[in-house]
């Protein structure tokens, strides 16, 4: 398959990788034995906080569009807001945004009832 992105060079390296006893990275982990805990998550990097809740992103082009908030940070300029939102593009597909926005362009979503 010209190009695609399994090559015949490729497949030599796997099969050659598995002649050696390597796993293979499309194998399923050993499951846990029961009662096991989970793995720790990393951290949040220093000066972010995790925080994932519904918001509002004033956008220049848009207006108001719903987003989720999914961290905070503080920098020299004030806060910033790591977002994820839907924009559209010009032929009207919807394009997944995920950026750090300054807090002045962000607005609490609401709250469920």
């Known amino acids: 398959m010209p190009g695609g992105r399994w090559s015949h060079a490729y497949e030599e390296r796997y099969r050659a990788a598995r002649a050696r006893g390597e796993p293979s990275p499309f194998d399923d982990p050993a499951p846990a034995p029961p009662g096991t805990p989970p793995p720790p998550t990393p951290p949040a990097p220093p000066g972010e906080r995790t ?7 004033l956008t220049p082009r ?9 961290a905070w940070r503080r ?15 010009p032929a009207g597909r919807p394009v997944l945004v995920d950026s750090w926005v300054p807090a002045a362009v962000l607005r609490p979503g609401a709250r469920p009832a």
């Open 62 to 70: 848009d207006g108001a569009r719903p987003g989720l908030l999914l």
């Open 75 to 89: 920098e020299d300029g004030g806060w910033l807001g790591r977002v994820a939102y839907v924009l559209l593009d």
């Open 51 to 57: 925080a994932v809740t519904h918001c509002w992103v």
